[in-house]
């Protein structure tokens, strides 16, 4: 059987490749538990300091699994808790998750893309939500992490229509960190990703949690919630490396402690 999830390592950076070519990478039960099964892996490492999900050319993925769920009743939907179950171990991952998208990231691809931490676009990606035209909804996060990603009149345009963006508008719009030619769109990313992993994994997962409070919470409690992590990484060996390191005009080795 072919394995619908693909993992590698690069260094310190984790990778997970989507792996259904032949249905654009349409997410079912078995790549999703595949994905989380993956992050646990990566979380449980301490080598691996960032995580990178991809697909392939074409897609990144076009979507939940439609034969999968079509015939799918409230009572199923409910009691097996359909996505809440194994899709939001992207979003509970601690260290960074970038999505490096391609091709299609429609319906649950572009929410699946949108519970990572930022998203690389290749110059081919396109995004949308055309759940609308399947008698259903966004229902992995789109109606709510879109309008905090573009606003409430690109969220309300793309998912009431179905109309898609292209990479260029995502970068506008702020879906997107970065536009990279597709040929490079790996390669980039693993650069990226490297770099963050490089630095000390602690303060990595402090500055995680930190932006995240970002849309989850009043900038006061945001503020706050900052200000006492912030002095909590003083309690840090990174930091008291870090630092010294600038004084003495040398590299930092940071031990993750
Ligand atoms: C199951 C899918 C699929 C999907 C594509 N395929 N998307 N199978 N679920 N979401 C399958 C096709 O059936 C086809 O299989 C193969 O992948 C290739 O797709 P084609 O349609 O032949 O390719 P193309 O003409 O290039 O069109 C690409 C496409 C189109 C524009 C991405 O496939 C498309 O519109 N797909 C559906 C997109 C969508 O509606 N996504 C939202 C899903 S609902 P065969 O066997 O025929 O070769 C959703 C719910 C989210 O995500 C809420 C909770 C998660």
Redesign the pocket.
């Known amino acids: 059987m072919t394995q619908v999830v693909l993992t590698e390592v690069h260094g310190k950076v984790g990778l997970i490749r989507i792996n259904?070519p032949?249905?654009?990478?349409?997410?079912?039960n078995n790549v999703v538990d595949g994905i989380g099964a993956a992050i646990d892996t990566f979380e449980a490492d301490e080598n691996i300091g960032c995580i990178v999900i991809t697909g392939n050319e074409?897609?990144f993925?076009?979507?939940?699994?439609?034969?999968?769920?079509k015939d799918f009743d409230y009572m199923h939907a409910y009691k097996t808790d359909?996505?809440t179950r194994n899709?939001e171990r992207v979003k509970t991952a601690r260290k960074p998750v970038i999505a490096a998208v391609a091709?299609?990231a429609?319906?649950?691809?572009?929410?699946?893309a949108m519970m990572c931490d930022m998203i690389f676009a290749a110059d081919t990606a396109?995004f949308?939500?055309?759940?609308i035209?399947?008698g259903?909804?966004?229902?992995?996060g789109?109606t709510q992490r879109l309008p905090r990603a573009v606003g409430k009149a690109k969220a309300m345009d793309m998912c009431l229509t179905?109309r898609?963006m292209d990479a260029a508008e995502a970068e506008k719009s702020g879906l997107v960190a970065r536009v990279i030619p597709a040929d490079h769109l790996l390669e980039e990313t693993l650069k990226a990703a490297t770099t963050i992993a490089s630095f000390s994994l602690p303060v990595i997962m402090m500055i995680k949690e930190s932006v995240n409070r970002a849309y989850e919470s009043s900038l006061n409690e945001g503020l706050l919630f900052e200000r006492r992590v912030f002095h909590s990484a003083f309690a840090l060996e990174d930091q008291k490396e870090g630092m010294a390191a600038f004084v003495e005009k040398r590299k930092a080795v940071f031990k993750n402690r």
Not at 22 to 28: F, I, S
Not at 128 to 131: A, I, L, R, W
Not at 136 to 140: D, E, F, I, R, Y
């Open positions: 259904r032949e249905a654009m990478n349409a997410l079912n074409k897609a993925a076009a979507g939940a699994d439609i034969g999968f769920m359909f996505i899709w091709g299609f429609l319906g649950g691809g572009c929410e699946m396109k949308g939500q055309p759940e035209r399947l259903t909804m966004p229902g992995a789109g179905a898609m």
